[in-house]
T-cell receptor, first 117, second 112 residues
Framework: GAVVSQHPSWVICKSGTSVKIECRSL??????MFWYRQFPKQSLMLMAT?????????EQGVEKDKFLINHASLTLSTLTVTSAHPEDSSFYIC?????????????FGPGTRLTVL | AQSVTQPDIHITVSEGASLELRCNYS??????LFWYVQSPGQGLQLLLK??????LVQGIKGFEAEFKRSQSSFNLRKPSVHWSDAAEYFC??????????FGTGTRLQVFP
């Protein structure tokens, strides 16, 4: 149980275009989803936290107009990279958690490799 | 400030040897602690977690970790490493709002 999927697994796009990445919880309803960015050989940096039906909370330094997050249902969150540029190339990973009282464990998706030419 | 430190960027061991990956944390309250493994180009897989109770935690794939409050450590161990264990290992602490703060990771290389 607690499987999280991401689509696409990899995407190549031209500079200036927008790219949408989907994150789905397949067998549970996720009250909260998280989006991370990982540069090569580096750790995961939290970009934003999203709760179903409300606006995402972005971490300091993350441009919310560039990285649009929508959490329309309890099983789906999307990250749209708008007007992508080569410096946006990265590995994007989402996670989802279930509210169960106390600390809510995150379950991670397999990641999406974005390359902007 | 909350933080996680993994002092070893890269560790190389021979197959069959024992392994210990170090993790130190800085957190004001009782921490929730995690170890994740990431294979190249993949997402994160949870190896084990500590929330409370027994300070020696057993995980998947033969891994274990020991929580030592006095040392603010949560080191990961495995008695005999297999070639398939070669990967990146991340220690993390759970913070407010269910956020995770990750360490910088330790890359494990296994020689036959």
């Amino acid at each position: 149980g607690a499987v999280v999927s991401q689509h696409p697994s990899w995407v190549i796009c031209k500079s200036g275009t927008s790219v949408k990445i989907e994150c789905r919880s397949l067998d549970f309803q996720a009250t909260t989803m998280f989006w991370y960015r990982q540069f090569p050989k580096q750790s995961l940096m939290l970009m934003a936290t999203s709760n179903e039906g409300s606006k995402a909370t972005y971490e300091q330094g993350v441009e919310k107009d560039k990285f649009l997050i929508n959490h329309a249902s309890l099983t789906l969150s999307t990250l749209t990279v708008t007007s992508a540029h080569p410096e946006d190339s990265s590995f994007y990973i989402c996670s989802a958690s279930i509210a169960s009282g106390g600390y809510n464990e995150q379950f991670f998706g397999p990641g999406t490799r974005l390359t902007v030419l | 400030a909350q933080s996680v430190t993994q002092p070893d960027i890269h560790i190389t061991v021979s197959e069959g040897a024992s392994l210990e990956l170090r993790c130190n944390y800085s957190y004001g309250a009782t921490p929730y602690l995690f170890w994740y493994v990431q294979s190249p180009g993949q997402g994160l897989q949870l190896l084990l977690k500590y929330f409370s109770g027994d300070t020696l935690v057993q995980g998947i794939k033969g891994f274990e970790a020991e929580f030592k409050r006095s040392q603010s450590s949560f080191n990961l161990r495995k008695p005999s490493v297999h070639w398939s264990d070669a990967a990146e290992y991340f220690c993390a602490v759970g913070a407010r709002g269910d956020k995770l703060i990750f360490g910088t990771g330790t890359r494990l290389q296994v020689f036959p």
